[in-house]
């Protein structure tokens, strides 16, 4: 897999495409489910392009510019519940119910969380991207679980129910372009892998722009960089900045799609899931994030599904177990993930 | 003439080990000038310092009118000053042409939302960035390697490597750290011709050195440090016969 994206249009043949094999397909009444005995749901392939998108801001965060982040289901959920309080809840907030309604509005918050996220994440990362190593780590687990708890306990705003605590906000409306409803499934999974792939080819075209090639150089030798007069601090925050942005944006998504949105779902683990999602697609790479998630997503569909009918005498939650034989298979023979990483030209 | 770089009393001390202790020179503008001593002076150390990325415990560095005292390394780059690594520092992963276009980053359009849309203005600039980025592969003679990952390209050559990315950044000082040591006679031959071409195109040059028959031919003044203090300093064949420079330093080698 050494294709590269050079412009964002790319993506649309894409998507055209895509749409092409949907359409010949459903007429005849066969479905991503059958084809794939149930394990390919729609619903799985939803998710796997929202996490695609996450997953594009964190290869080019950990893969690229070298930076661990284990806290990166919070910038997940900051754009989920950004875009769930402000539809379902906006009337607390005082905004006009007109406005609400209008079919634009969802895009506007989308837009306007990603930015906030981002910029959120950029004075966050002045401070903490300073820290190496393990301790990055640590402070970016940290803040995942700060992010957590603060939309666990309503923003610290109990009065307002904003979060709605543990319980999170369901109703979330299904987005819309004008009078068109991006509904049903099959219709939100096109958009929201045409926006996937849309951040592929983002993500390629950062890799392979000046800002790109410095990351790598970080990532290299950062004395090096410096010498050349690359601004190392300054860059590693807007990479994070970037990769948080990606993810909000990838949880509005979530929140139309799942028209439910609850903290747990926005905790360490999910940012675990994230970290060894990138890991089995290859962080070094753009082009592993639709990989790694995808496969990772099945390989859990699978083992969730199958896995207890074929070992008896087993009760509980065995595919962990699996899963984490399988990563460290994985990081013994293929430690650069599923996708190698291509010299750039 | 004016001191492009001037060196003021500059002390370095590590949980209370000197290293450097009241270190004054100048270095003018066009010349090249080899800063030399035994193992252990404090050479790379001074190199650290006015790089800014060391910090001294006192003294001052000041580059072209200004302190370069507490500002961050890239700053110190953006005002002029390029460097090679005692230990070569090369990026894995990275093709011999993309260590000199991260060379030329400075010139580089910054923004990521231009290159993440991949904007016409962007793919202009990277255009005349790559042209710019050959002109100096060429000039080096690395046009062979250019595509090559630097992890695969031999050592001598990723000395070069290094000088194409600091030539690139156009600097008005050039400081190398050891830029013949594991150079063959061949390679030294080059590196000195290049170097001679740079300053005559108006680069500073200030460089560490071991080689001393190098040093004899190329510089055209030396310092010579010894035990954290400067012991000598004038031209090279003055110094090779100074008696507190033999007694330190050439002594203990061959003083060729």
Redesign the interface.
Known sequence: MTARL???WTAVPCAVAVVAVLDLVEPFGVRLGHLTGGLLTADLAVRAGLFTIVLVGLNLLMGYAGQASLGQAAFYGMGAFASAILTVRAHVLGIPPEVVSAWWWPWVVMAAAACAVAGFAWVVGWVILRLRGHYLAMATLGLGIMVYIVLRENLGMPHLNLTGGFDGIVGVPRLRLGSAALWPVGVYLLVVWAAALACVA??E??VH??????L??I???E???????????ALKA??FA?SAGLASVAGSLYAHFQAAVVPDTFGFVPSLELVVMSAVGGM?TVWGAPLGATVVLLLEQLLRTHLLGLVPAVSGELEPVVFGVLLILLMRFRPSGLVQ?A??? | MDALLEVREVTKAFDGLVALSGVSLRVRPGQIKALIGPNGAGKTTLFHIIAASLAPTSGDVVFAGRSLVGLPAHRVARLGIARTFQNVQVFPGMTVLEHVLVGLHQQAPASLLSAALRTPALRRAERRLREEAWALVRRLDLEAWAEVPAEVVPFGLLRRVELARALATRPRLLLLDEPGSGLNPAEKQALASELRRARDEGVTVFLVEHDMSMVMELADEVEVLDQGQLIAEGPPAEVQRDPRVVAAYLGEEDGA
């Open positions: 050079r412009s964002p983002l993500g075209n950062v722009s000046p800002a790109g090639r410095a790598r150089a990532h290299g030798s004395a090096a960089a410096e010498s050349v007069g690359v601004d190392v601090g807007r990479i970037l070094r990483a010299p750039a030209p």
